[in-house]
């Protein structure tokens, strides 16, 4: 019997090439979505999972009281020593201090490399919380100048050569001896360093990171884990650690709140620097799903709209003895082959699509079919579900064809389900397809908004390049301006916009107590304001110094102190970080966006403190780009041999800020994508299935005068109808999804009309090209021939 199903199914497949093309390509692409979707969400919800006691381990956070509260995932320096001395509730504490993009150098027989990678500083005890494995050498990092590297920095530094006892040289302040060589990180957990170098060093490399008094600040380098006792919950902890600060800052407004974040939480809570919310997975999972949905309609509907070409054969079979059971059964082979044909090609789609998903997101996901269980689980589950998605209503409506009226030919298209269902199909499947082109295009515009809006600085042709040492920045600016192609150099603490800040407290003259905002420092020297195009709305801009001697001020900070305008603050005393900074404000530059549009403008001060200068931020002309920054390069590392030249482009520098948006952008694009493909495989079975009943009703037009166009009209009110009809549902769905999406950022485009109609008229004309084709076939028919085929 199965083997009858078998040939039955691939009669039809074979004899209705078009159909099955629509139907296998249709469940492919929806499947290759979820196949995909599927690999993603397990990906995230796998992370930290290896890690034993992972339940009883927190990282320390803090809540900043001021003006507001503001969040991070780090802690004051000395947290983690006076937590592990004072307290008795952690059974293992460990510190860890993160410095991005260390300069390594390897001297490997007489032959300097240079690398440029994650550095760690880590208690011994961070060992002991988290299960990063030795696998050669040490199983302890206790002693001061020793090191732990990954194999596979193992293999990157010294190629097949033993590594242990090997030296590396870090950002040219000390040397480390490799004394362990740790199994290779897992993809996934957010602690991705894999060169630890123990905390005992740290003094040496950087003093104020290695102080056991430095409780002022918060650095974003300086974490905190703790292993809790057996028993121990993080409330009791929590309650007690406000006598912590009592004792340690008694006298800062801005006031801490130290909380105990789980380590499962540490990968979706964006308030501490989370990359993947529970709510995206979420919302992926739904939009996997509702493709699939999309998909299994187009099955129905071209299975529904082939059904009375089958009804003889319905009529036959119940003739000779099939039972409704047994007919149903044959329909749901018959689906089952052509599911099992769309999923195979569904794995080979995933599969192909899987690099680029990677390169794309940088992600390290992986489709292992041989040994991943819960993708060999989920693939069949899903072809089951799929079958019976898409082949139980047809298979229902087929083998309950009276054979009396099926023999006879008194079947109409009622019995094929009818029109009303498949116009409420088409409206499901064109209603995703809207909902997903309206939230591209806001998203779209959003982030045009944000990189190529006015965010009231000059980004374009600026090349940012680090100061390699301050004992020569000066003579190597005076070499660097004279690279044909540089057109301005300015010295800074950083750009006007950047995720590196230094924020700190400050008394304004006449008061005697900090204001309860932080304020951001910019170093920066007289050519800054120049550079950059920022515009002076009171005052002047800064002298010519090395020193802290002037102020510049932002118009944020002018109403932060309720001053009445920016003139009043002129010639006023700004005393900053606990007096170290002390100068008159001589200017007040007009407002931009020094972080991004999720955040508010933050209250700034610039001030010519060339110890906290950074990096040069080279105006050069775009023509013979290339010869410039290679110029550059020379100029630059003949001064510093020993350091590994980069740079940046701010423009690019300020879109990275939004790497989120983009990821979601791709998928949106990719999703959106699909579902119009999709939708429009259903318009086209649709459209066969009208043309295919109308058939006579064309000819007979025909013979009576109707035109073409007339005709074509029956087609085109038909799915103009279901195309407005899905708008009007898609439209407040989509401006509610997107509205709630654009209250993360402080700064959010208007959700205009224009948007809503620029999708409906993109709907409008992918359904018009769909449709065009097979309308047109049907109107241009001979009606003679139209007239025999019945």
């Known amino acids: 019997m199965l083997i009858n199903h078998l040939k039955i199914a691939f009669r039809n497949i074979t004899r209705n090439p078009s159909y099955a093309f629509i139907n296998i390509g249709g469940l492919a692409l929806g499947m290759s979505c979820v196949i995909i979707l599927f690999a993603l969400v397990k990906h995230h919800l796998n992370f930290e999972n290896f890690h034993s006691d992972g339940d009883r381990v927190y990282r320390v956070v803090t809540e900043q009281h001021r003006d507001e509260v503001t969040y991070t995932a780090h802690v004051p320096n000395p947290f983690g020593k006076v937590f592990r001395d004072d307290y008795t509730f952690g059974e293992k504490v460990a510190r860890q201090v993160i410095f991005d993009h260390t300069l390594v150098a390897v001297d490997e027989q007489g032959e300097a490399k240079k690398f440029k990678d994650d550095l760690a500083f880590a208690e011994e005890e961070f060992f002991d919380i988290f299960n990063f494995p030795v696998l050669h050498g040490a199983t302890r990092l206790h002693e001061p100048n020793t090191a732990f590297i990954t194999e596979r920095l193992a293999r990157k530094y010294f190629g097949d050569d033993n590594p242990l006892s090997k030296t590396l040289r870090l950002n040219n302040l000390i040397d480390v001896k490799i004394v362990g060589i740790l199994k290779d990180i897992p993809e996934n957990t957010d602690l991705q360093v894999e060169l630890f170098v123990a905390y005992g060093s740290l003094k040496r490399y950087d003093e104020w990171m290695a102080s056991d008094d430095s409780w002022g600040g918060i650095s974003s380098s300086m974490s905190c884990f703790v292993r809790l006792r057996p028993g121990v919950a993080p409330a009791q902890v929590e309650a007690a650690l406000p006598a912590l600060v009592k004792k340690y800052r008694p006298t800062h407004k801005n006031v801490h709140v130290y909380r105990l974040q789980p380590l499962h939480d540490m990968h979706y809570n964006a308030r501490f620097g989370g990359p993947m919310e529970k709510r995206d997975l979420w919302v992926l999972s739904f939009v996997g799903f509702f493709l699939l949905v999309t998909a299994c309609v187009n099955f129905v509907n071209l299975a529904t709209a082939q059904a009375l070409n089958r009804a003889h054969e319905v009529g036959v079979r119940k003739v000779l003895g099939s039972m409704r059971a047994q007919l149903f059964w044959q329909f749901m082979t018959e689906t089952s082959c052509v599911v099992v044909l769309a999923m195979v090609i569904a794995i080979s789609l995933a599969a192909a699509m899987l690099p680029t998903i990677n390169l794309s997101f940088g992600s390290r996901m992986a489709l292992d079919f041989g040994t991943d269980g819960g993708l060999q689980l989920f693939v069949p589950v899903l072809a089951v579900l799929v079958t019976f998605i898409a082949g139980a209503y047809p298979g229902l409506l087929l083998s309950g064809y009276r054979p009396a009226m099926a023999l006879k030919g008194k079947l109409s298209s009622l019995h094929a389900g009818g029109f009303n269902l498949r116009r409420s199909l088409i409206v499901m499947q064109f209603t995703i397809s809207q909902v997903l082109v309206i939230g591209l295009i806001v998203v779209v515009y959003q982030m045009r908004y944000a990189t190529k809006g006015d965010i009231g600085f000059a980004k374009d042709a600026i090349v940012m390049v680090p100061i390699g040492s301050q004992d020569t920045r000066n003579t190597l600016r005076n070499e660097l301006a004279r690279v044909p192609g540089v057109e301005q150099i300015s010295q800074c603490y950083d750009a006007p916009a950047s995720d590196m800040s230094w924020r700190t407290t400050m008394v304004y003259e006449g008061r005697t107590e900090p204001e309860d905002f932080a304020i951001t420092f910019r170093g920066a020297d007289d050519q800054y304001v120049n550079l950059f195009n920022l ?256």
């Open 535 to 790: 515009t002076l709305v009171a005052g002047r801009n800064l002298e010519p110094s090395d020193t802290v001697r002037e102020f510049l001020v932002n118009e944020t900070l002018v109403q932060k102190l309720n001053l009445s305008s920016p003139e009043a603050i002129l010639g006023t005393v700004i005393s900053a970080d606990g007096g170290d900074y002390k100068a008159r404000v001589v200017g007040v530059v007009k407002d931009f966006h020094d972080r991004t549009f999720h955040e508010d403008v933050s209250p700034m001060f610039f001030s010519t403190a060339g110890d906290m200068f950074n990096f040069y931020a080279l105006k050069v002309k775009i023509a013979d780009l290339g010869r410039t920054i290679a110029a550059i390069d020379k100029v630059w590392s003949a001064q510093y041999p020993n350091q590994i030249f980069e740079y940046q482009f701010l423009d690019e520098k300020i879109a990275g800020f939004y790497q989120t948006e983009e990821t979601l952008l791709k998928l949106i694009q990719v999703f959106a994508g699909i579902a119009i493909a999709i939708g429009c495989m259903g318009l086209y079975g649709l459209v066969s299935f009208m043309a295919n009943q109308k058939t006579k009703e064309i000819g007979i037009r025909k013979v009576l005068g109707g035109t073409v166009t007339h005709i074509l009209w029956i087609f085109g009110r038909e799915f103009s109808a279901l195309v407005v009809f899905s708008f009007v549902i898609a439209g407040p769905i989509a401006w509610w999804l997107m509205h709630a999406w654009l209250q993360d950022f402080k700064y959010a485009v208007a959700l205009e009309p224009w948007i809503f109609m620029l999708a409906f008229a993109v709907t409008v004309v992918i359904a018009l090209l769909t449709v065009g084709y097979q309308s047109m076939k049907a109107a241009a028919m001979n009606p003679a021939t139209s007239l025999k085929t019945e």
